[in-house]
């Protein structure tokens, strides 16, 4: 589950935000903890490890790049968002790799566009621990071409080898459907090594043949394009 932190002197501001990132992850049917602080001392007093950061750079009597810099410290992998109502403070962003700037108030669309890329690269250099031959190992989530359920088990398909997760196949579907999508009951393949679609079919990176439900056709094809659109 994504752990997500808000931090907004203003309330208002601050919950229309939090709200919005609620409404993007219930969307995406993405598991997500949000939590919101209205300064920066709460958060820093905090032992929580948050894997993003949406950060309003104007906090009253606060240095915002200063909290920031401080976080990076503890959760250097942590993604920051900056939010702003000028521009020129955007400038400060590179002191903390901020990974994105947001003018104030966000758009709805434009958030949800940012995200689907912030998720799009966290998921590509994502690793999942997963078993081969009773022996767990980290595996690149980029190295898997798809997964798929067999029995109670989660099996991950790569050009090295078959992995396994004792977690079920929806739980994975939920944690990975930024990369994944469902092309028969059961067996998703990662878009990014989507060769060629056809109307039963879908060839993938390595030659293999995955089976293609007539009813998943055009959410597939949908999610390619979208998938291509975004990786130009």
């Known amino acids: 589950m994504l752990q997500i932190c808000v931090l907004d002197d203003e309330y208002q501001d601050g919950k229309r935000n939090e709200d ?122 980029k190295e898997i071409l798809y997964f798929e359920s067999i029995g109670r088990t989660t099996c991950f398909h790569t050009p090295q080898g078959v992995y396994e997760s004792k977690e079920g196949v929806s739980y994975w579907a939920k944690q990975l459907h930024v990369h994944f999508v469902e092309c028969h009951k059961g067996l998703f393949v990662q878009l990014s090594h989507i060769m060629q679609i056809h109307k039963d079919c879908i060839e993938i990176s390595n030659h293999e043949t995955l089976p293609l439900a007539r009813r998943r056709v055009q959410q597939v094809q949908e999610s390619w394009l979208q998938f291509q659109e975004m990786s130009l």
Do not use: C, W
């Not at 003018?103 to 997963?130: F, V």
């Open 20 to 141: 919005l990132l609620r409404a993007y992850f219930d969307k995406r049917h993405m598991e997500a903890r949000i939590d919101r602080y209205t300064n920066g001392k709460e958060l820093l007093d905090s032992t929580k490890i948050y894997h993003m950061l949406f950060l309003d750079i104007e906090i009253q009597e606060e240095n915002g790049i200063e909290i920031a810099m401080e976080l990076r410290k503890r959760l250097p992998d942590m993604i920051i968002v900056v939010i702003t109502s000028y521009l020129k403070y955007s400038l400060e962003g590179y002191k903390i790799q901020a990974s994105r700037y947001l003018l104030k108030p966000i758009h709805e669309t434009l958030l949800y566009s940012e995200l689907d890329e912030i998720l799009q690269t966290r998921d590509t250099s994502q690793t999942l621990t997963l078993t081969m031959h009773q022996e767990t190992t980290m595996v690149k989530m």
